[in-house]
């Protein structure tokens, strides 16, 4: 499948609805704090599952009870559909 990236207009439209993701480095990006490690660490667990099935992998790194998420298509140089998708799944987990 063939990706575009995000106009200015999607990006707006996807940050009004989706108000705990920014946009940083030209990435999709959001923090999120968990009681603890073990949390942390399980959420990660479901989120790799769902990019594995997606074949789109998150830039992400976790430091005890935080763990921090950037999303973002290499294929177009930036923001694509693809990343609103995982990034609306992972709102759904941490839900």
Do not use: C
């Not at 989120?47 to 009870?65: C, D, F, G, Q, T």
């Amino acid at each position: 499948m063939q990706y575009v990236k995000a106009s200015k207009a999607q990006l707006l439209e996807f940050f009004s609805e989706n108000q705990d993701w920014s946009s940083n480095e030209g990435k999709l990006y959001r923090e999120f704090i968990f009681n603890d490690f073990v949390s942390a660490f399980g959420f990660m667990s479901q989120v790799a599952l769902i990019a594995e099935r997606a074949n789109h992998h998150p830039e992400w790194s976790n430091v005890y009870k935080k763990v921090t998420i950037y999303l973002t298509t290499h294929e177009v140089g930036g923001i694509s559909n693809k990343d609103f998708k995982l990034a609306n799944e992972i709102n759904t987990i941490i839900q």
